[in-house]
């Protein structure tokens, strides 16, 4: 039980930050927010996603071609311009690279306006940092694994976010339905959406990319926005309206 209670948190910790912060705040500004909750968010961010911390102007960068260059050879990570999700996860994982060690020359219109914390962006992404956090989780699981077979969730453990983002990039961008023509292919995979907490309303989000609320239809729940709209009332973030 340790063990499931361990991943069902991690998974979801990791992905919420991930939606939350580098997704809609870095790459999209959905919301503003106090240098105080920016730096805690960036915090958590970086502790909730440690093996596989995303660095948010990386993130951003990549995110913003990704949806100027939709489904296109310019698009950093189209499912189809890759013959299975291995070689899009290397060919995303190198794009993001480039940009975190910034060797590569990114266009003026997609930099500016996301989080920097130089400290948390060395840290995070350090070599030390990724192994210190591998060896934790591997620690929980000799302590707590009851069984040979719950080993075999650990490699998700240390990989965690290149894995929430192939299967977004993946399932969708080429299976499920579309409300909208975006002259693209992307797609809502599911209608219900608590696995990936809303990521996979591709088609929603690619139509409306400032909006917060990744559910357009009445049946479409994005389960994320809820707990964006509390903090909202509670004066933690400031919604802007798309």
């Known amino acids: 039980m340790p063990i499931l209670i361990f991943f069902i948190s991690h998974w979801f910790l990791s992905l919420f930050f991930q939606t939350f912060f580098q997704h809609r705040y870095a790459s999209h500004r959905m919301f503003t927010t106090s240098k105080f909750w920016e730096r805690v968010f960036y915090l958590m961010a970086y502790l909730f996603e440690g093996a596989s911390f995303l660095n948010p102007r990386a993130y951003a960068l990549m995110h913003r071609e990704h949806h100027a260059y939709s489904d296109t050879e310019k698009d950093p990570h189209s499912p189809h311009f890759f013959t299975d999700v291995f070689q899009m996860m290397v060919a995303t994982i190198n794009t993001f690279r480039d940009h975190l060690k910034k060797t590569s020359d990114p266009e ?113 729940i994005d389960p994320v926005y809820p707990v964006m709209r509390l903090m909202h009332r509670l004066r933690i973030i400031r919604l802007r309206k798309a």
């Open 108 to 220: 003026a219109r997609f930099t500016g306006y996301y989080p920097e914390w130089p400290l948390i962006d060395r840290i995070g992404s350090s070599i030390l940092s990724r192994l210190s956090f591998g060896a934790a989780y591997t620690w929980f699981y000799i302590a707590f694994a009851s069984h040979w077979w719950m080993f075999l969730l650990l490699p998700v453990h240390y990989l965690m976010g290149p894995i929430h983002g192939a299967i977004v990039n993946w399932c969708g961008h080429k299976y499920g339905y579309s409300n909208f023509d975006n002259n693209d292919k992307s797609k809502n995979t599911t209608p219900f959406d608590f696995l990936m907490l809303g990521e996979l309303f591709q088609n929603n989000h690619h139509r409306h990319p400032n909006s917060a609320n990744f559910g357009k239809r009445w049946f479409e």
